[in-house]
C-alpha cells in the first residue's frame, strides 16, 4: 500500500517517485466524494486521508469548492477537449456539437466509476451555479460562440442562456441513478439541439 509522508508527498514503493502534494490531494478528494458523497468530506478529511498539512487544501487550490473544479476538470476535461477543439464552428451543424457533448457521458455512465464521476458533477453544479471553471470547455462562451454563428440573430447572451439549459438537461439526465438507454439518449440529443436552434426572438 502505498504511504504518504506528512507534506503529502506518497511514499509509494522503494525507489518510486513521491507523489506530489496537490496530485495526492486530488486523489483522496476523489476517493472520498465517491465514496461518501461532496458534502459529508471535510476539507480536514482530506487532508488527513492525504497525510498533508491541515492547510495543503487552502494552499493548493484555495477552497474545497475549487479543489473539486480541479478535480472535475482533470478527470473528465480530456474527454471533450480534443473532439471539440477540432470541430470548426463555421461549418459544424449544431446536432452534432451536441452529439460530441453528450457522447463521452454515454460511455461514462457505462462504467461504475464514471457514474459516480457524472453524479458528483451534477451535483457539484447545480450547487454551484456560479463556480468559477478555468478549463476552456467548461466556460459557456466557446459553446455560445458556435450557436451564435449558427442561428440568424441570436445574441450571446442568448446563446449563453440556451447553452445553460441545454446542460442541465444534459446532467439532470446523466447525473441520475439510472443508466439511459440508447433511444433516451437520441431523443435528448434531439431536444437539446431543437432548443439550441429555435429561431431567435
Not at 457533448?101 to 453544479?125: E, I, K, M, N, Y
Request: glycine share 6%.
Amino acid at each position: 500500500m502505498t504511504q504518504t509522508t506528512r507534506d503529502g508527498r506518497g511514499a509509494g514503493r522503494r525507489g518510486s517517485t513521491p507523489m506530489p502534494t496537490r496530485d495526492a490531494l486530488l486523489t483522496v478528494a476523489e476517493r472520498l466524494f465517491l465514496a461518501d458523497g461532496y458534502d459529508k468530506v471535510s476539507v480536514r478529511a482530506i487532508c488527513a486521508a492525504a497525510d498533508a498539512n491541515p492547510a495543503a487544501v487552502h494552499y493548493h487550490f484555495g477552497t474545497k469548492d475549487d479543489l473539486t473544479i480541479a478535480l472535475l476538470q482533470s478527470r473528465l476535461g480530456p474527454l471533450w477537449a480534443d473532439p471539440l477543439a477540432s470541430l470548426d464552428p463555421a461549418v459544424t451543424p449544431i446536432a452534432q456539437v451536441v452529439d460530441v457533448v453528450v457522447s463521452p457521458f454515454v460511455d461514462l455512465q457505462a462504467d461504475p466509476t464514471g457514474h459516480l464521476h457524472l453524479r458528483l458533477l451534477a451535483r457539484f453544479v447545480f450547487a454551484h451555479p456560479t463556480a468559477s471553471w478555468t478549463s476552456h470547455w467548461f466556460d459557456l462562451d466557446p459553446f455560445a460562440d458556435m450557436l451564435a454563428e449558427a442561428v440568424p440573430g441570436l445574441t450571446a447572451s442568448e446563446a449563453r442562456r440556451r447553452w445553460a439549459l441545454g446542460f442541465q438537461l444534459i446532467l439532470l439526465r446523466f447525473g441520475g441513478t439510472e443508466t439511459l438507454s440508447t433511444a433516451a439518449v437520441t431523443a435528448l440529443i434531439g431536444f437539446v439541439t431543437a432548443g439550441l436552434t429555435a429561431p431567435a426572438t
